[in-house]
């Protein structure tokens, strides 16, 4: 199995986002926002220029720049030069460019890596909205037999309720304890709660799942800078370490797969992360983490994550979620999805993996404000493409947490 | 066209063909089965028609008949001779009906589809010297073509009738005449003479016989029969089915023979667009050659005049449709014509896996020189499934779901094993539960630079 997790220690030094939703600015201008947002949450000016390689995650922002965005949004902030391609796994493109950046330096290869992501979707019309995220399931088959993501993710919602006995109230849980949560979050593009009845009587998109099931593709962008130990000791006093990196892939149809109610490329890159943190020196278990951001892209696939991740037994991720073990604060479990999630915070597709590491990384410093959760030692982030057809994850530690 | 050692039609002063000699015709019907559209719609006062679900046309209901009467008749497309069709098939839709049933290499008649069509091909194929295997004769209609009767709903439908050397069923005579003038009585006159013309009809104890007429009104028919209606005819059902244009002829005949006593002749009279074409029919009728309750009596999905309108609606000529869906090219899509059209996945010889959709390699022992080609029943089950609210479906479906409004689709596991995505279609889809029987059926996906996608929906297993 190579030599994964037998590399050099890394910390993230910065991470910062844009505010996500509907934003009229260009791709440069929304890019700019993230990269000035990490800029400042390094606390010291790390210089852009040490920067060597970068990685930029974008599903592809409606075509408008769909070749070479990598250079242009990097020259735009003033890194010219540095080697950089835009990263492409649909929504799980930026926790793909996260892993690249991570295994750049792990690995030896550079001491400072870029990653991030950006979209811009809210400036499409409705049926260019469905192409671009249309283009992300099997067109061959999926596609051709009507369904679109929302479809795809109703049928995994169908096929959990008839095995598991789960409820719309339990889907609906997800959406509340969500919009709860971001609307805490300055940066969210949904700052309201909603009530457990409102998200019941929402439209139905995709029997089951009603309008409040379904996160709001959206406009973002997400900077992240990765350190060796040695740089990140120097540009930073608050580093948080990457314990491990796992990433897997699956069959893109969900038809393919043995089961609908599960997500085989979260468990691999889960236990794959592990191994990496354990050859690190350290084991880390489901009960250990206490913060995370999971792929909420519908409220099932929320379920579906805190099952897979083993943060509850297979079939009880409903209920598990309806009980408050997931809340913010105060739960039984992790806190999951302390930014909104996609759900509320939004989904800009290629933006949204990077931006997860940061949300995770503002927990583990202490500075999410309102939002903070309470002794916030160890966090993860999920990020899936698709249905479940590419997925990463990734754990972090506070300093001096291990 | 005329039998064997009968004159030729003549275009004399009357307009009438010389009588037939009453040897039979070389080949004989030997069976028929009738398909009608999936949706019974709501028309003026008590009656319905059965019109063409927006994902069908005549490329599907071609291809639903000639499967169905094979499997009535317990053969395989093997058992096709040449495959005869009345209606517009360019020669798209025919590589379309050719793949669909499995033989590339079926060679496809076609006939324009006008008032009289239908029996000069019937006429046509029972005259032919013995040769070659059984002619499946299919005239169809989708109803979009101009009826008619211009402002109303036309119906969908299709009727097969195979023609074969041990055909019971044999043309005893024939007689064609064409419309010479227009004044009062015409057809009723012309019609008089088409019978006369049947040779022995005259002769014959009119009780004994037993009469079609193919027209879409009956009180029309009554008026062209010109006397007291005898209680042995048969006409076009129009109130059952609605207005199936040059299908009519085709239902027509079919209710007669279902309904005859075995040996006694049944005469069919066909009001043309230039006249008037008459045939008689005699022989033993087998007991199981016609399905004709069956095709009334198939569940159909019921729509009101809005449901109607809608359908409508639905522009499957593509002119409205944008080239903006994850964009496939024909190219691409026609490579598993085979897995589209009719279900041929794979089977590894390796593992005993079934596989589908194709691939390079099995999904169970990774084997790639292990894979045959194998044709799945298109029998399975609802694994799960989901309703498309309006708006939600890929734009290759924009225009379909403007018509149709939300529609089912599903997780379709086969009995052989592997689940395939697919679309439900046909009556109450939204009835369908999880573990409910389901069956693979042609139909029209979307319309994409003006050329019709086909490929395999659910529908409800009878």
Redesign the interface.
Known sequence: MGTQGAGRRVAVVGAGQSVFGDRPVGLKGLFHEAFDAMLESCGKDFGRETVEEAYIGSLGFGGAQLGNPAALLLEHVGLTGVPARRVENACASSGFAFRDAYRAVASGAVDVALAGGIEKMNDLTGGHKRYWLGVSGDTEWERLAGLTFPGVYALMADRHMHEYGTTREHLAAVAVKNHANGARNMKAQFRKEVTLEKALSSPMVCDPLGLFDCCSTTDGASAVVLASEDVAREVTDDPVWVLGSGAATDHLAIHDRPSLTELPATRAAFAQAQREAKAHGHAVGPADVDVAEVHDCFTIAEILAVEDLGFCPKGEGGAYTASGATARNGGDGPAVNPSGGLKAKGHPLGATGTGQVVEVVTQLRGQADDRQVPDARLGLAHNVGGSGATCTVHLFAKEGAL | MSAEGAAPAQDDGDRRTAPSPPSPSPRGIKGATVVLGDVRAARTGDRAVRVADADEDVVTLIVKTVRRHLARTGRDATAIGDLRVVADLDRDAQAVVAEALGREDLPIGLYAPRPESTADALLSACAAAPEGGPVFLVAVTDGRIAGTRPGTPDAAGAVLFEVADDGPLRLVSEAHVREAREEAGQTAHLLQLALTGLGDAGTRQEADVRTAYAHVDPREARALYGREVPSNLVSYPVEKVGDLGHVSCALALVEALAGASSGRPVDWVVPAGRGVVAAAFTGEVPGDAFALEEAYEAPARTVDRDGLARLASFDPSGQGA?A???F?SLQ??LA?APARYRLVGQHCTACDRTIF?PRASC?GCAGVRTLDAYAFSGKGRV???????T????????D?QAGVGS?D???VALDEG??????LTGPDTEGLA?DDGVAAELRL??VQDGVR?Y?FKFRRDA
């Open positions: 944008v903006q869906g994850a496939i691409q899509y598993y959709p999904p694994f799960a499934k989901t309703r498309i609210g708006g939600g479906a890929p734009t290759e479906f924009a379909y529609y689709a599903a997780i592997p689940r395939v995505a697919a679309m999880i996906l979307f996608r490929g």
